[in-house]
């Protein structure tokens, strides 16, 4: 089943691929912000290039705002070829507070996907392999609270403008989503999982590292958080086509033991049929 959903979600990816990756291998995502700044110093792709390979990251999600000017971002467009020869996808990542919302706010967002597009077809040999959104209306003082689902359906109608827009043009759509949305009814977390081509749980906050906790204990508790949260979100949905799912992990929660822990989850979640693969939140925190 795992075989098939991976053989599925690579066959759209790379319709016109930049690079080959092997059907069987997992996802290992890593966050970039404020790419401009990053990308500032001498070396700095290079230097991005090299900890992923070190860290055996396959996609980069950098970020991209309406600010951008990325039809002429050299340094952008560098990156992209940099980690493309080193066999490494990537993704525009895309944020927003507001862009569940009807008219103006969801008009620009989709607005910015479309600019992906359009760099595409400006350098089409420096292209990005996907949109990743992190659209985040669960972070609104009116959406707080334990069952608050009211801007789901808001946020899927994004989700599907988005991926109406990056299907017709070979790309994927993978999207960041908090716990919550998985706590939704059947019909919500159909429509939600159906959205996207792939979803990545933001699964931060189990841990600290000041915790007095074991390593093994911190282990125990995220992979029965993984489980569970797998569990929830597909509880139903056997016979649909719904997205796989990344899980990702954030530096603050444990520090160098980061990597460890999302080692552990190809280790101990690679035979659920819906497990993709883990993301690391985020490089910005080793340039601190």
């Excluded at 016109?16 to 092997?22: D, Q, R």
């Excluded at 940099?82 to 862009?99: G, K």
Aim: proline share 5%; aromatic share 8%.
């Amino acid at each position: 089943m795992r075989f098939t959903i991976l053989l599925c979600f690579l066959t759209v990816c790379f319709a016109h691929p930049a690079f080959p990756l092997a059907a069987d291998a997992p996802v290992h995502g890593l966050w970039v912000w404020k790419t401009s700044t990053v990308l500032a110093p001498a070396g700095a792709a290079e230097t991005l290039r090299d900890f992923a390979k070190a860290h055996d990251i396959n996609e980069i999600y950098v970020s991209v705002s309406r600010r951008d000017d990325v039809a002429h971002d050299a340094p952008l467009i560098a990156l992209i070829d940099r980690l493309h020869q080193a066999h490494i996808r990537v993704e525009a990542l895309l944020d927003s507070i507001d862009a569940d919302e009807a008219g103006q706010p969801r008009d620009s967002f989709l607005a910015l996907a479309r600019t992906i597009v359009q760099f595409n077809e400006t350098h089409p040999q420096s292209r990005f392999d996907g949109i990743h959104l992190d659209v985040e209306p669960h972070q609104r003082a009116e959406n707080k609270g334990a069952g608050n689902l009211g801007f789901l359906s808001g946020l899927i109608e994004t989700f599907r403008g988005v991926r109406a827009i990056a299907s017709a043009a070979h790309l994927t759509v993978d999207a960041d989503i908090p716990n919550k949305l998985l706590k939704g009814d059947l019909e919500q977390r159909k429509a939600l999982l159906t959205s996207v081509d792939r979803v990545t749980l933001m699964l931060y906050e189990l841990s600290s590292p000041d915790d007095g906790k074991s390593d093994d204990s911190k282990v125990r508790k995220l992979q029965s958080a993984a489980e569970r949260y797998l569990s929830m979100a597909y509880a139903g949905l056997d016979n649909a086509h719904v997205a796989p799912m990344i899980i990702g992990l954030r530096t603050p929660d444990y520090r160098d033991k980061l990597p460890s822990m999302l080692k552990s989850l190809d280790e101990r979640q690679s035979a659920q049929p819906h497990y993709l693969g883990w993301a690391w939140h985020c490089y910005n925190d080793q340039l601190k």
